[in-house]
């Protein structure tokens, strides 16, 4: 929609005739601009829709607007009419013609119903509204150019809140049934693992969700201009973005459900496969333990002055909560086998994880004496590669320790140092002294006695 020029003194012919023109172009702009708002989309739902709140009050003001806009379309269309007739009258007009033509194009020639209260009503910013002074006037008085310029302000903020609204009704209903449609497909799926209100925390949520899509698209339907953002610093008719801010929280809460039910739905498929793998653990933790209090009476025989540890019992409870968990299975009660897997099975490791301790613990002391006995074996093998295993302080080093380390019980602190006599003497002979080698036989003189 276009703007008229400005007013000035008496115009000549060619003057007249461009603003004719120029009027002409504007009507045509003007009436396509109107009929494209009457069979705008967001318009035909606007008056079929039951809108509330500031949607309600501002088609309300809308309405009277554009029924307003077309009452100043008549009245300019009979102004641009009465000018173009009177033009016709001559080929060259007279200087009556032409103050005649002069007072139409440029005077306040257009006399209309008063609408400023209209406009005023309908703009979302008060100071942007033709300016109201005085009481209400039952008529209005303008020129052709202040007559377009208020048809101008009309039609924007008509043509605002109709995109507005449509661009709302465009985008959040279609996208909340979508997310609806998914709310009901995690709801079936939901119940037949057991979620349900009431009995598992995502049942409720799933609960709270459907409340809160239904109560939003009721408000986006009835009043789509609470759901709208306007865009900073623009002016143009619609914009702005719609504000899925309401939507987009909701969204978020259903993936947290569905994820939710993603994991019961694989408790449900793996669960046998996982109450065998926590028996299999259970029981190898049972068998550790066994075998770490029979090592430990082995032990306690066969070692003397050593501290060996207790050895407790197979932990009943996790028997009674793999029971626990085998009847959850039985009776679909998937929700609550989830996370109850998950708790046993880290246990489980646990309990695997100290019993393998317990074990290690309780045989160190079997450790060490083997350790002994390797060593003294490889001290006396290597002794013997050296052609030095018949040595009679070796031999008796040697089965000292030996007795030591395969009698029972077997002091290992005694046996140690026993160990660690022969390996001094095996020393001793394999890496000869700085002052010269050591013989370590019987020492005669030529009479056969010793010195």
């Not at 494209?36 to 039951?50: I, K, S, V, W």
């Not at 709270?208 to 900073?232: C, K, M, N, Y």
């Not at 019961?264 to 109450?275: G, I, N, Y």
């Not at 590669?385 to 077997?410: F, K, N, V």
Request: aromatic share 4%.
């Amino acid at each position: 929609m276009g703007v008229a020029g400005a007013t000035g003194p008496v115009m000549d012919r060619d003057e007249v005739d461009r603003a004719l023109a120029r009027l002409g172009a504007e009507y045509e702009a003007i009436e396509s601009s109107l009929l494209a708002l009457q069979d705008h989309a967001g318009r035909r739902l606007l008056e079929g829709a039951e809108l509330t709140g500031v949607t309600k009050d501002r088609w309300v003001a809308a309405e009277q607007a554009i029924a307003l806009l077309w009452s100043y379309f008549d009245a300019y269309t009979a102004a641009l009419r009465g000018a173009r007739e009177l033009r016709a009258r001559r080929r060259w007009p007279s200087r009556e013609d032409l103050a005649e033509l002069t007072g139409v194009l440029r005077g306040e020639s257009v006399t209309v119903a008063g609408g400023a209260a209209v406009a005023a009503a309908l703009s979302p910013d008060p100071s942007s509204a033709p300016p109201i002074t005085g009481p209400a006037k039952l008529s209005e008085r303008f020129t052709l150019a202040a007559l377009v310029s208020r048809m101008n302000d009309l039609y924007a903020h008509s043509l605002d809140m109709v995109v507005t609204a449509d661009a709302v009704w465009s985008a959040l209903p279609a996208r909340i049934d979508l997310l609806a449609a998914e709310l009901q497909r995690t709801r079936s799926l939901a119940h037949s693992v057991g979620v349900r209100p009431g009995e598992h925390p995502s049942g409720d949520d799933l609960e709270s969700i459907t409340h809160e899509l239904a109560v939003l698209r009721a408000q986006v339907v009835t009043d789509p201009l609470a759901f709208w953002r306007p865009g900073l610093g623009s002016s143009a008719p619609g914009g702005g973005r719609p504000d899925t801010g309401r939507y987009d929280r909701a969204a978020r809460a259903l993936e947290d459900v569905r994820r939710e039910i993603e994991a019961v739905l694989t408790v449900r498929q793996d669960a046998e496969q996982r109450l065998v793998r926590l028996r299999d653990v259970l029981s190898r933790a049972d068998r550790t333990l066994t075998e770490a209090r029979s090592a430990r009476g082995e032990v306690l025989a066969k070692i003397a002055a050593s501290e060996v540890p207790a050895v407790g019992g197979p932990p009943s409870a996790l028997q009674e909560r793999l029971a626990l968990a085998a009847d959850y299975r039985r009776h679909a009660q998937w929700h609550r086998l989830s996370p109850l897997l998950e708790s046993l099975e880290r246990e489980a490791e646990d309990e695997l994880l100290r019993a393998r301790e317990s074990l290690t613990a309780v045989t160190a002391p079997l450790a060490v004496r083997a350790e002994l006995r390797g060593r003294l074996d490889a001290y006396r093998a290597k002794v013997a590669r050296h052609g030095m295993a018949e040595d009679p302080l070796l031999i008796e080093r040697y089965d000292a320790a030996r007795r030591m380390l395969w009698s029972a019980p077997c002091d290992l602190r005694v046996a140690e140092q026993a160990v660690l006599r022969y390996q001094q003497a095996a020393a001793e002979l394999l890496v000869p002294r700085q002052s010269g080698p050591t013989d370590r036989t019987d020492h005669r003189d030529h009479r056969g006695r010793t010195p």
